[in-house]
């Protein structure tokens, strides 16, 4: 039973662990994993209060468990205890002064602990690094056992096997069909009580199920930014937190594009209109630049977005890269670089640079 709650627990199908060891609590009542898997369970399902509770069982079988330590300072730091979170994390390094989780929490209270960034890590879903392990999703074998599968035909068969791995390659995604909601998340896939809430959507539950299934639709079709947009719309929203933790599980899907690869590229004036709506999207965007600054670890730049012709400026964003690229400031310039919300307002996190040789248009 343990053994399959874990299987389900790497799969990321929390719901299903405690559909199968809430009500075990008497067999397993001297079991730490029992109450571990459960606490862990919970926290990535976001709700906190029932982690804590299924922790405090743990505790009492293990009170210097180390993992369970970790989770506890995570669970502290999500609430905005920093002080109970910076307690946990220093009792750790007194047990395991290598341990990188805490040396990690640490580092981050720091440098980011104010209550604003730690809400801004909840929502996007950051937060979850410092959580505990998942270990490696079992798809994962079984995408390794497929390319195992054609690394062998293409010993046996080179030209045949190279083509097939090309094929497997450019399979469509599909819509995560393990990540679909099941009939009751779509039941209660709003919040009943938004007395104490503010939203920047409000949806019904048809909306928030046909943005759901929208991100999953985009996805399996390689729109990771649309996909995106719709995550966004439920992240904002009134939906229910056990759906906004799922569409989480479909961002952690995405990948990096490239100048060739990136799909659904917005303007500057769509995402200006509502930057939450595009908040972590992916971008291509021409203009030239200007207040070019290098910091120790950042270089910054304000990019006239649209203005490569020198005849109009459609908006002026700042970019940031974490080394400085190059880029001649004199000719117009191309960066793909990724929506980053702060403080109401969004700058681009640059990823790359693209100018035609010899300043050639």
């Not at 804590?52 to 995570?74: H, Y």
């Not at 990771?224 to 759906?243: F, G, K, M, P």
Request: with cysteine.
């Amino acid at each position: 039973m343990l053994d399959e709650a874990r299987w389900l627990l790497r799969a990321r199908r929390f719901p299903d662990v405690l559909s199968l060891l809430e009500n075990r609590v008497f067999e397993y009542r001297d079991s730490f994993d029992f109450y571990f898997i459960l606490g862990t369970a919970c926290m990535y399902l976001g709700d906190s209060g029932g982690a804590n509770s299924w922790f405090q069982g743990a505790k009492k079988i293990r009170p210097k468990d180390i993992n369970l330590l970790n989770a506890e300072a995570a669970l502290f730091l999500r609430r905005g205890d920093t002080d109970r979170s910076v307690e946990n994390y220093l009792y750790i390094l007194t047990l395991d002064p290598e341990n990188k989780l805490a040396q990690n929490g640490l580092k981050f209270i720091q440098e980011y602990g104010d209550a604003e960034m730690i809400a801004q890590w909840v929502v996007s879903g950051k937060i979850k690094r410092f959580y505990p392990p998942l270990g490696v999703h079992p798809l994962v074998f079984k995408v390794a056992a497929w390319v195992g599968i054609a690394l062998c035909t293409g010993l046996l068969l080179f030209f045949v096997g190279r083509s097939a791995f090309a094929w497997w390659n450019s399979k469509p995604r599909g819509p995560l069909p393990e990540l679909a909601l099941s009939a009751e998340e779509k039941k209660a896939s709003v919040e009943t009580d938004m007395s104490a809430s503010a939203y920047r959507y409000i949806l019904s539950s048809s909306e928030v199920t046909d943005a759901y299934d929208a991100a999953r639709q985009y996805f399996g079709e390689g729109k990771d930014n649309a996909s995106r947009v719709e995550i966004n719309r439920i992240l904002n929203s009134n939906a229910a937190q056990s759906v906004k933790t799922k569409a989480l599980q479909i961002a952690d899907y995405f990948t990096v594009p490239t100048f060739d690869t990136l799909k659904d590229n917005y303007a500057y004036s769509v995402v200006a209109e509502d930057p939450y709506l595009y908040n972590q999207c992916w971008v291509i965007w021409s203009g030239r630049i200007t207040n070019m600054q290098k910091a120790s670890d950042i270089f910054r730049c304000d990019l006239l977005v649209g203005y490569e012709s020198m005849q109009r400026v459609d908006g002026i964003v700042t970019v940031e890269f974490s080394s400085m690229p190059i880029i001649n400031a004199v000719e117009p310039v191309q960066i793909l670089g990724q929506i980053m919300v702060k403080d109401e307002k969004f700058i681009l996190s640059g990823k790359a640079v693209y100018q035609p040789l010899n300043g050639a248009n």
